[in-house]
């Protein structure tokens, strides 16, 4: 199969692409940088120009290939709704192209838009009618019944390994390095789902090749870890303090992520696992932290 695929050479497609090459596709990935080109063709792809503010590339792109494996994202939490509507019209537009196709479209979303479940862990089944990114999650589902396989893979949040340099794993042990305490909110009951890169990169490959038409799909191993215990992790392997925070203190800890720290996400991928039979197989994320490759990193 000849794969489109965007942000190729971010953290997931750095493990994504290699993945597919394995099963015998051809990737071509989008790349905005020379960099990000290099590292593409170095990788054995095939190299796309372009950004996903460029939907005439991302058209190109998608009719020219027989699949398309959306992951890029603008993180820029300065602008989020500016971020959120730029991947909105980039999904549009890949699907697009696809229409009437039959061709797979795996588009990404994460497992905070379902937060708001209360009582037992999130599932596959959980949706909301709009919102940042539920749009484009929505848009993306309902192209099954225009003639593409689609399917979106919500993340956990924190999808770590040592191929992960920007995520928010990262993020919160930088928050604890800078402020001299490893924190959490409250009493740091609320739990965190997580997956492994390379778990992520197979769901992917999965997703493209068998995930029915129409699918949310869940991208879970840890199905929800007490943020207190990530902290402790952290403090343990930074030799700092662990204490719980409240009011004013998150948003100074915490930066941009504050308004996501204390929510509570645990998710499931029960459903995820019987679709596409796909299991896990990848360190956990505690035991991933304690394996202090997080930590090596943060010191070069």
């Known amino acids: 199969m000849r794969v489109f695929v965007t942000g190729a050479s971010g953290h997931i497609g750095s493990a994504l692409v290699p993945e597919l090459l394995q099963a015998g596709h051809q990737v071509t990935g989008l790349a905005r940088s020379d960099q990000s080109a290099a590292a593409l063709k170095a990788a054995g792809a095939e190299v796309q120009r372009g950004a996903l503010d460029d939907l005439d590339s991302l058209r190109a792109g998608a009719a020219a290939s027989d699949g398309v494996i959306h992951l890029a994202f603008n993180h820029d939490f300065s602008d989020f709704l500016g971020s959120v509507e730029t991947d909105r019209l980039a ?8 229409v009437g196709s039959g061709k797979p479209f795996v588009g990404t ?3 905070l838009m379902v ?3 209360e009582g037992r ?7 909301l009618p709009a ?3 539920i749009d484009s999650e929505n848009y993306a589902i309902a192209l099954a019944e225009r003639g593409v396989r689609s399917s979106v893979i919500r993340l956990a949040p924190l999808v770590h390994s040592n191929l992960d340099h920007h995520g928010f794993t990262g993020h919160i042990i930088d928050c604890a390095r800078k402020a001299g305490v490893s924190a959490y909110i409250g009493d740091g009951a609320n739990r965190w789902p997580a997956l492994h890169t390379l778990d992520a990169a197979r769901l992917y490959r999965l997703a493209l090749e ?5 699918s949310r799909l869940h991208g879970v191993a840890d199905e929800g870890v007490p943020f207190r215990d990530i902290a402790e992790v952290i403090g343990r ?5 662990v204490k719980g925070i409240s009011g004013d203190q998150v948003s100074e800890h915490f930066g941009f992520l504050a308004p996501f720290a204390g929510l509570d996400d645990a998710t499931s991928s029960t459903l995820t696992q019987k679709i596409l039979d796909w299991h896990p197989e990848e360190n956990g994320l505690l035991a991933d932290l304690e394996d202090g490759h997080y930590f090596a990193e943060e010191q070069h």
């Open 109 to 111: 979303s994460g497992t």
């Open 237 to 241: 392997q930074l030799d700092l303090p």
């Open 91 to 98: 999904v549009e537009a890949m699907g697009e192209a696809l």
């Open 131 to 133: 919102g940042p990114r």
């Open 121 to 127: 862990p999130a599932t596959e089944e959980d949706t």
């Open 210 to 214: 068998s995930a029915p038409a129409g």
């Open 115 to 117: 937060a708001f479940v």
